[in-house]
């Protein structure tokens, strides 16, 4: 979903949604607490479902893109998604335990738990990007804290949304997982629906409308937003390692990945070794772009010509565009294959740095001293990711204790977003909330503490009449708290 109509349609569509939703809100309210093996057996159903439809889903969503890498699709939207349901398979056992609590001295005897309760219905706005991916990556935490699931994909993969509605409707009764499609104005009434829980990927921007139409219901949100990600090449970096990875990060999916590296900060003096390491490394991945099946298009025309935008706007500001095509290759705006570039010169009033980027450009930025990069950082909204590359840990630890982003990859970029124990989730105007792994699975519980008081306990001497005996008893309270 790109964004919210203002003026939302009531029809059947509408009707349609409240009707899926009460079905799944009456389907919970007769099963509350899903046993560990109700949850496994829809686990494996949803592990069963990513692998049967592989071939389909790698087709549906390389029509929807125009051209999308397969093997990019088979690693990041489905590789990682079966990845989670095993991870999550492999640790729901000891999740779903009541987890006993310390309990303060003076309410002795009595003890204390938590219990994870599922919350009911959560609602899932998937983007364009990874769609199956983040699609049901959130509904792996969601199924297995005992929830049902509602989910909706972007409009602009009518090809992939369909048969995703296909196929969960082949491996699941309704009230149990379902998928609505539609256009925007569809997209804003299911942000509308009063979810026990509603977690929305995307633009900021859109992020911000979402949260204001659930906040109608109190509903709770996570928002996985994105920015502009800075990548930090320190002085002490061997440009040698960090080229091909930086490179590769850059221009897997053509850019179109919300924890994409959009911008280097790297010293004056090796900013021409820096370039020279990317146009090498670029060169040795991907010898062309045109007619090459590793390489992704740009997902419309509207977001191609976007992308040209940033570029021309900052060709007129001054900056220096270097492509990364070795062959001299031309870009074809009918394939939407755009040539990669580098941008030199930029400057804070430029709107490629000002926009999240999404495509496959890089712009560049020098700094004198790391406490400049830091503060660069700083001034502006907080990352969804940052990346270092060097050797020196001081300056690494600097980094690490002086920025705050939704999540961090050291000498390399994206891979934190890979591990299933650690959350994953924005901070700021990048996002609220985390999930993946156990994270997830919090995320989409109720922690409830529960007290068990027994028979026989002290508390009796802290009721009224108050008097001596209060004194006493509130006396010891005091000493031992």
């Given at each position: 979903m790109n964004q919210l109509s203002s003026t939302p349609r009531v029809d059947a569509e509408e009707a349609d949604m409240h009707s899926l939703l009460q079905a799944q809100q009456k389907a919970f309210l007769a099963d509350m607490n899903p046993s560990y093996d109700t949850r496994m057996e829809r686990l494996r159903r949803l592990q069963d479902m990513t692998e049967r439809h592989g071939p389909a889903l790698v087709e549906a969503i390389s029509q929807d893109f125009g051209h999308r890498s397969a093997h990019e699709t088979?690693?990041?939207?489905?590789?990682?998604?079966?990845?989670?349901?095993?991870?999550?398979?492999?640790?729901?056992?000891?999740?779903?335990?009541?987890?006993?609590?310390?309990?303060?001295?003076?309410?002795?005897?009595?003890?204390?738990?938590?219990?994870?309760?599922?919350?009911?219905?959560?609602?899932i706005i998937a983007p364009w990007n990874y769609p199956y991916q983040v699609s049901i990556g959130p509904a792996v935490g969601a199924i297995a804290a005992g929830n049902r699931v509602m989910i909706k994909p972007s409009e602009l993969t009518p090809r992939f949304s369909e048969l995703l509605r296909h196929i969960v409707t082949e491996s699941f009764a309704e009230d149990e997982v379902s998928v609505v499609t539609g256009d925007v104005d569809v997209g804003r009434t299911f942000a509308g629906l009063p979810f026990d829980h509603l977690l929305f990927t995307g633009s900021t921007a859109v992020g911000k409308l979402v949260a204001q139409v659930a906040a109608r219901n109190l509903t709770p949100v996570t928002l996985e937003l994105g920015g502009k990600s800075p990548v930090i090449i320190d002085s002490s970096c061997d440009l040698d390692i960090a080229a091909p990875r930086l490179t590769h990060a850059k221009l897997l999916n053509a850019g179109q990945t919300c924890i994409a590296p959009d911008y280097a900060l790297v010293p004056a003096d090796r900013v021409p070794a820096f370039v020279a390491a990317l146009k090498r490394t670029a060169a040795q991945l991907y010898?062309?772009?045109?007619?090459?099946?590793?390489?992704?298009?740009?997902?419309?025309?509207?977001?191609?010509?976007?992308?040209?935008?940033?570029?021309?706007?900052?060709?007129?500001?001054?900056?220096?565009?270097?492509?990364?095509?070795?062959?001299?290759?031309?870009?074809?705006?009918?394939?939407?294959?755009?040539?990669?570039?580098?941008?030199?010169?930029?400057?804070?009033?430029?709107?490629?740095?000002?926009?999240?980027?999404?495509?496959?450009?890089?712009?560049?930025?020098?700094?004198d001293t790391l406490d400049n990069a830091i503060a660069h950082i700083n001034r502006n909204d907080r990352p969804l990711a940052l990346y270092w590359f060097g050797n020196d840990r001081k300056h690494r630890d600097r980094v690490l204790a002086g920025t705050i982003s939704g999540g961090v990859t050291i000498n390399d970029c994206l891979w934190h977003a890979a591990q299933d124990d650690m959350p994953f989730g924005g901070v700021g105007a990048s996002g609220m909330g985390a999930y993946h792994g156990e994270s997830g699975f919090r995320t989409f519980s109720k922690e409830k503490p529960v007290f068990f008081q027994p028979r026989h306990n002290g508390l009796f001497l802290l009721r009224p009449p108050y008097g001596r005996t209060f004194e006493l008893a509130a006396g010891l309270l005091k000493a031992i708290i």
């Open positions: 088979r690693l990041i939207d489905l590789m990682i998604a079966t990845a989670a349901i095993k991870h999550v398979r492999n640790k729901l056992k000891a999740w779903m335990r009541p987890r006993r609590v310390a309990t303060a001295l003076h309410f002795r005897p009595g003890r204390s738990l938590v219990l994870r309760q599922p919350l009911g219905v959560v609602g010898p062309t772009y045109g007619r090459n099946p590793d390489y992704t298009s740009i997902i419309s025309e509207r977001h191609y010509a976007r992308l040209a935008g940033l570029v021309e706007d900052a060709r007129v500001h001054g900056a220096q565009i270097i492509p990364l095509n070795s062959s001299g290759e031309v870009a074809d705006p009918d394939s939407r294959k755009m040539i990669p570039a580098i941008v030199l010169g930029v400057t804070q009033e430029m709107r490629i740095m000002r926009e999240e980027i999404f495509g496959p450009l890089l712009p560049v930025m020098t700094y």
